[in-house]
C-alpha cells in the first residue's frame, strides 16, 4: 500500500519475481518488476 502524507491510501505496488524451471524447483533470477495500480474504491474519481 502507497500512502500519502495524510496516511491516505493512494495506490497499491506488487512486485513481481521471476524465477527459471518449474514449481516448486525453479530457481529464483535477479529479475523484478513492480506492478502499481489504483486502489479499486479511487479508480472512478481519477
Same mark, same amino acid.
Given at each position: 500500500?502507497?500512502?500519502?502524507?495524510?496516511?491516505?491510501?493512494? +495506490? &497499491?505496488?506488487?512486485? &513481481? !519475481?521471476?524465477?527459471? +524451471?518449474?514449481a516448486p524447483k +525453479? !530457481?529464483?533470477?535477479?529479475?523484478?518488476?513492480?506492478?502499481?495500480?489504483?486502489?479499486?474504491? @479511487?479508480? @472512478?474519481?481519477?
Open positions: 500500500m502507497i500512502r500519502a502524507e495524510n496516511n491516505r491510501s493512494i +495506490g &497499491l505496488k506488487k512486485t &513481481l !519475481v521471476f524465477y527459471s +524451471g518449474k +525453479g !530457481v529464483r533470477s535477479s529479475w523484478i518488476m513492480n506492478e502499481y495500480r489504483l486502489p479499486t474504491a @479511487d479508480t @472512478d474519481r481519477y
